[in-house]
């Protein structure tokens, strides 16, 4: 079955202790991209990654880190967590850069706590 | 910057009305693309308009974009509670790496 596999769906933390949540694809997409909803905020981009080793920033990358070593894998790193980055994360995967044929793909989401 | 604009926030509808969202683009766009996110659950495409004042139907909803590829609509006929959820439209940037997104707006459904 295709789809985007993100881990894990809930985490409780606190300020401060770093966390990765993981995200993969089983369809061979080039594109992956993270992104964070906050109620009233609709859905803001963090990172996106074009293909392989190459990635870039949204709107909102303060405080994350990103890495795209292989195709299907695209983990968010949360080097400090601080009680702002308390929200739902999502992963998304497109066949290709954002234009025609470019629909993404969304994971089930994380929903992160940070005390 | 480049924005999209979408309203309403919110709409309560009784079952079996109608609803219609609405988005707005500061930009004109090569494409637009709409989802569906159910309460509790991940965005979910549903379609992507491309040409100059095209329409498409899936069952009861219709999607348009507008002359100017600058706006678009969502219509769903006859409401179902299966529909609630929200509904966002999004855009693509000139880069064609990020898409612009619409604030949504929540489809409920009056007990």
């Known amino acids: 079955e295709a789809q985007v596999t993100q881990n894990p769906r809930y985490l409780i933390t606190v300020t401060g202790k770093k966390l990765t949540v993981t995200c993969s694809q089983n369809m061979n997409h080039e594109y992956m991209s993270w992104y964070r909803q906050d109620p009233g905020l609709g859905l803001r981009q963090i990172y996106y990654s074009m293909n392989v080793e190459v990635t870039d920033k949204g709107d909102v990358p303060e405080g994350y880190k990103v890495s795209r070593k292989e195709k299907r894998n695209f983990p968010l790193i949360l080097e400090s967590p601080s009680p702002n980055q308390t929200s739902l994360y999502f992963c998304?995967?497109?066949?290709?850069?954002?234009?025609?044929?470019?629909?993404?793909?969304f994971g089930e989401g994380s929903r992160l706590t940070v005390l | 910057g480049q924005q999209v604009m979408q309203i309403p926030q919110y709409q309560h509808v009784q079952e079996g009305e109608d609803f219609t969202t609405y988005c707005n683009s500061s930009?004109?766009?090569?494409?637009i693309q709409w989802y569906k996110q159910r309460p509790g659950g991940h965005p979910v495409f549903l379609i992507q308009?491309?040409?100059s004042g095209e329409v498409k139907k899936q069952k009861r909803l219709t999607f348009q974009f507008g002359e100017a590829k600058k706006n678009s609509s969502l219509h769903i006929t006859a409401t179902q509670t299966t529909d609630v959820g929200t509904y966002f439209c999004?855009?693509?940037?000139?880069?064609?790496?990020?898409?612009?997104w619409g604030a949504g707006t929540k489809l409920i459904i009056k007990p």
């Open positions: 930009t004109t766009l090569s494409n």
């Open positions: 998304a995967s497109s066949l290709r850069q954002i234009g025609i044929h470019g629909e993404l793909f």
């Open positions: 308009l491309v040409k």
């Open positions: 999004a855009g693509p940037r000139d880069s064609n790496y990020q898409l612009i």
